[in-house]
């Protein structure tokens, strides 16, 4: 299976890794389906993805630890060689006002979101750079452009992403390995607990587009930086947000 085209998704079993799990699979590439804690979700997606006709893999690994993000990949590369793509998508939110947030819920947001992306980074690069070619995406966030209250955490480690993907893109680049960012806005995915019920309500009013994003938007930018025509695209951050932090508070109607 030398010839196949892998991508490793980091969080790839629910929500947004889900649906870029199925998109890369609908382009051809046989996916990694990495998951934390959530293995039922997990290999409901590497089903549908073989459904789609392509391999998968479900692979538990935690990518804010340096020996679980080597066993991730020697599994990957052990089965099907060096991945042409990786997605850290994998991320977690603490719902907590800054004054209230404890040390170890500012680490494991950090850990997981910020870490994990530099050690999967590290990792996939040293592979891909043995071909001179690869792409990574890294998943940014709204808050990328601006503080979301309450989550302290959560934002210090997307701004994290956004800047370690510039740096990355710079290092990489001259190795053939493309590196950018694709920052969702509000999007309609499996809701964590702090989130209320009329979420599509409350966003859409106040995004451009009307509506709030789906995960097959998020994974259509994804699929299109990894594409021969996103090939020249390096160290960028894309917006997938129908223009939800684009606009400034404007007073009138």
Not at 48 to 61: K, M, P
Request: glycine share 10%.
């Amino acid at each position: 299976m030398s010839d196949q085209k892998i991508a490793v998704v980091t969080g790839g079993g629910k929500g947004i890794g889900r649906g870029i799990s199925l998109r890369l699979a609908e382009e051809g590439y046989s996916i990694a389906v990495n998951y934390s804690s959530d293995q039922s979700s997990a290999e409901k997606t590497a089903q549908e993805v073989e459904e789609l006709g392509r391999a998968a893999l479900v692979i538990q690994a935690d990518v804010g630890y340096s020996d679980q993000v080597t066993e991730l990949f020697d599994t990957v590369i052990e089965e099907w060689g060096i991945p042409d793509v990786l997605v850290n998508n994998a991320g977690i939110q603490t719902w907590k006002a800054l004054l209230d947030l404890e040390e170890e819920e500012w680490d494991q947001t950090l850990r997981t979101n910020l870490k994990g992306t530099f050690l999967c980074t590290q990792r996939a690069a040293r592979e891909m750079s043995k071909h001179e070619r690869g792409c990574i995406v890294n998943i940014g966030s709204g808050c990328n452009k601006g503080p979301f209250p309450n989550l302290a955490g959560y934002t210090a480690s997307k701004g994290g992403v956004e800047m370690f993907t510039r740096v990355a893109a710079v290092e990489l680049g001259p190795l053939g390995i493309s590196v950018n960012c694709v920052a969702p806005g509000a999007v309609e995915i499996e809701r964590e607990e702090f989130n209320p019920p009329n979420y599509s309500a409350i966003w859409s009013p106040i995004t451009p587009l009307r509506r709030i994003g789906r995960p097959e938007d998020v994974a259509a930018a994804v699929a299109f930086l990894v594409s021969d025509d996103g090939a020249f695209i390096n160290g960028q951050t894309i917006y997938v947000d129908g223009g939800l932090f684009t606009q400034m508070p404007w007073p009138f109607d």
